[in-house]
């Protein structure tokens, strides 16, 4: 493939391109050079959503339902409120960013991307540091060489990066292409000892993260997952030590399943969950069952910590489908109060004590931490919010869930990174009960009253002015907090195309402008060509204008 990219930004003499590989194995050439934006970029808010408005954990709804009339597919402009700032914007890098073998993957494509995202205007990329990849040869012996190329390869692109601390398993959850799973050495005391991973009602064992229950057993050949998960960190500090709070901003502190905080209850792969199922309490290991039966004994109702609920149903059901969620089921119980609390206590606990391990590992190096709360919308109109519930928040028509979760980050100066921020109400199906707008407003609030950061991820890639304009949106101050940084999933090749490219572009021009208009195109000439040559021999080359 040949990619010649023309920017004002930067400048490379044409008469010594650099060759690369592209990502599929093309070889490819890029140029920059100057060229004038050639178009006029007009948006519009006159969107037909569904508007929710919450108040005191009570949800009203009012919905448009002319989704024919939606904005086309020509750019974005949001008007932020005056006290808006600046938005910096991240993309995601790749899921195999770095190989099994813990090499940077395809290091000349990697840095024709990076130099294409910092003439777009963004300010920086997230990558995951795999504890699957990193301390795959044994309990503390960690190879982080592929990430200290790619930490350099971004500093000299005068990008920042986020790296995100990930001690779960990559593959069998939505957007997952590559499978990593846990190092091997934990994958063998998890076939010695079963119940170190998430179970089931019906005794499903879930292999993506060690259940919280076993936090402070030393299960990990003489050390707890935390001191496991601390001392990773700790590693890790000391191998980047000179670019933390330079080059590296962020560490994002993975907590659960997908780098999240919240119980593995609705995974995709062998269709044990679809969409918009309920998903599965996961309670059962030995260790989450010896701790809700100390929990139910510490309140004289013994029987209640023999199980979790019974009446749970099954991960594709619907709420009104079972004993427990329904409109007035056992949820509302004296029983499923105890459980819920008990059930979401845990996760808090659990939250916490890895933050407090990050916040010892890295103060004083000028590196944010954050932590991931998952964007789980379906079901969110009902009583009983059961999707919420079996993740691990207790958020409900009448408590509030999320306002526990902000307070605890608070407590340790972590930002709380939210998804979903790309959706609409009126794009949901209506019998899914979702709305995700009801619910990002419901956590900025929770975030304001904590004082608490709030950052941003759009939950499914999007490449529309849609969804762009909805994080726009969504970015602003004017109810709860407004976003301090967003993180764009997920760079591909997808991404560099044709409009889905100039989306890009003006989508960051406008978040660092605060939202306000973009009257012109003033990107100032960002213009990607690209020309595939699928064979050394062959004289003809079709070339594809992206922007």
């Not at 086309?72 to 190989?99: A, R, W, Y």
């Not at 340790?412 to 995700?436: I, K, W, Y």
């Not at 109810?479 to 044709?498: D, H, I, P, Q, V």
């Amino acid at each position: 493939m040949a990619l010649t990219l023309r920017s004002s930004t930067f400048f490379i003499n044409l008469k010594e391109p650099k060759r690369f590989k592209t990502p599929d194995n093309f070889l490819g050439t890029i140029f920059f050079a100057q060229k004038k934006p050639s178009c006029r970029l007009r948006a519009r808010n006159s969107m037909s959503v569904q508007e929710a408005q919450h108040s005191h954990g009570k949800i009203s709804i009012t919905e448009g339902r002319n989704s024919e009339k939606r904005e086309k597919l020509h750019g974005l402009t949001i008007s932020h409120n005056e006290n808006n700032s600046k938005v910096p914007v991240f993309v995601m890098l790749p899921l195999d960013t770095i190989t099994l073998g813990g090499n940077l993957n395809k290091p000349r494509a990697m840095n024709a991307s990076l130099m294409a995202l910092k003439s777009a205007g963004v300010e920086g990329v997230m990558v995951d540091a795999r504890w699957g990849l990193v301390e795959k040869d044994g309990p503390l012996k960690y190879n982080w060489e592929g990430y200290a190329e790619l930490v350099q390869m971004v500093e000299k692109h005068g990008l920042k990066l986020q790296v995100v601390m990930s001690f779960h398993q990559c593959g069998g959850n939505v957007g997952d292409s590559c499978s990593i799973p846990l190092p091997p050495w934990v994958l063998e005391e998890i076939s010695k000892n079963p119940d170190l991973v998430y179970t089931d009602r019906s005794g499903r064992r879930n292999p993506e993260y060690i259940s919280l229950g076993c936090d402070s057993i030393p299960v990990l050949r003489g050390r707890t997952p935390i001191q496991a998960y601390t001392d990773y960190m700790r590693s890790f500090r000391g191998r980047f030590r000179d670019y933390l709070g330079r080059v590296i901003v962020e560490i994002q502190v993975g907590m659960g399943p997908c780098g999240e905080l919240r119980y593995p209850s609705y995974p995709e792969s062998n269709g044990t969950w679809k969409f918009p199922g309920i998903g599965e309490f996961q309670c059962f290991d030995k260790y989450m069952r010896a701790s809700l039966e100390a929990a139910a004994e510490a309140i004289g109702k013994k029987d209640w910590g023999k199980s979790g609920p019974h009446d749970s149903g099954h991960y594709k059901q619907f709420p009104e489908e079972t004993g427990f969620f329904r409109r007035d089921g056992t949820w509302k119980t004296e029983y499923g109060q105890f459980f819920l609390e008990w059930y979401s206590g845990k996760l808090l606990e659990h939250g916490d004590s890895i933050l407090a391990a990050a916040k010892g590992t890295f103060h004083g190096t000028g590196a944010k931490l954050s932590g991931k709360i998952a964007g789980i919308h379906w079901h969110y109109t009902t009583r009983s919010h059961a999707a919420e519930l079996t993740a691990g928040y207790y958020n409900t028509r009448y408590r509030d869930g999320y306002l526990p979760i902000a307070q605890m980050l608070s407590k340790h100066g972590v930002v709380l990174n939210f998804t979903c921020m790309e959706m609409r109400d009126g794009e949901q199906p209506e019998h899914a009960n979702c709305s995700p707008e009801g619910l990002v407003r419901q956590v900025k609030m929770a975030t304001k009253t904590a004082g608490v950061e709030l950052a941003g991820e759009n939950a499914l890639e999007r490449y529309d002015a849609g969804g762009y304009s909805q994080v726009l949106t969504t970015s602003k101050s004017d109810s709860g907090n407004g976003l301090s940084a967003f993180t764009y999933l997920r760079m591909n090749k997808r991404l560099f195309e044709g409009d889905n490219w100039r989306h890009l572009v003006e989508f960051v021009k406008s978040m660092s402008e605060g939202g306000r208009k973009i009257s012109e195109c003033d990107i100032r000439g960002t213009h990607l060509y690209i020309g595939v040559i699928r064979d050394k021999n062959v004289a003809k080359m079709k070339e594809a204008t992206l922007v």
